[in-house]
């Protein structure tokens, strides 16, 4: 269970953005969702086969916590961590106890009443994506560059030129950047659409096989495979 929940905190609480997930589970499957404080991520997870701890459906709060907990060097080796549950059966939280038993902490769940008020939120619809493709190290590293070359600039624009998909930063007037993401993408964007610069490199360095898909409705979608689960970040376009 350590794993998986090493992996969830990575591949949440580290993009910066989600400090709270509902878990809904069953002997079939384990799901994870949640939403970025500000509503630029909306994350829908599964792990590869189900997690037999996390029956039920619960929030976890606090995620950074979490973190910390998991990380401590006194539960790093032969560490118990262990699911409780109230008397109805309803998972409650988890215990912390070290090799010697002598260092213990616990950290507790949100029901499922309080988790499922705090993610209240419209279901993505679908769309239509124009272009899948798998993003290279490189182009990560490249995109790097171009965010810190352009510190100032909250967001980059996207744009197809050529059959060449291409980043933007900044306004010609003034200072300004771009690059190309992926060489000769099938499809185009007839919108010019603008993204989060620090959530896409934040999921874009989150360990794991990656997918990136875009969509000329305003949607961008990025899968990361980690091996444990699969999860999906979709972003809805911001207005420039």
């Known amino acids: 269970m350590r794993d998986h929940l090493l992996d969830l905190v990575e591949h949440t609480h580290d993009l910066g953005c989600i400090d709270l997930v509902k878990i809904v589970g069953d002997d079939k499957t384990t799901t994870i969702s949640g939403i970025a404080s500000d509503v630029s991520v909306v994350l829908q997870a599964q792990y590869a086969a189900p997690v037999a701890e996390f029956m039920g459906t619960f929030g976890m709060p606090n995620l950074g916590k979490l973190k910390i907990l998991l990380n401590l060097p006194e539960y790093r080796e032969n560490a118990e961590l262990a699911i409780t549950r109230r008397e109805d059966g309803t998972p409650e ?3 912390f106890q070290n090799a010697n ?57 996207v744009r197809v030129d050529k059959g060449d998909l291409k980043f933007h930063f900044g306004d010609h007037s003034s200072h300004a950047g771009e690059f190309v993401f992926q060489a000769g993408v099938t499809g185009t964007l007839k919108h010019t659409w603008a993204w989060p610069v620090a959530q896409v490199q934040n999921i874009l360095a989150l360990t794991g096989d990656k997918v990136m898909r875009i969509s000329d409705e305003g949607a961008a979608e990025i899968t990361v495979d980690s091996g444990l689960a699969m999860y999906t970040y979709i972003m809805p376009a911001l207005t420039k």
């Open 93 to 95: 939280g988890i215990t």
């Open 101 to 157: 038993k002598d260092f213990r902490n616990s950290y507790r769940f949100m029901s499922s009443q309080i988790v499922n008020e705090k993610l209240k939120t419209a279901k993505f619809r679908g769309v239509t994506w124009q272009m899948e493709f798998e993003p290279t190290v490189a182009a990560i590293q490249r995109l790097r560059m171009q965010a810190q070359a352009n510190a100032e600039e909250p967001s980059f624009q």
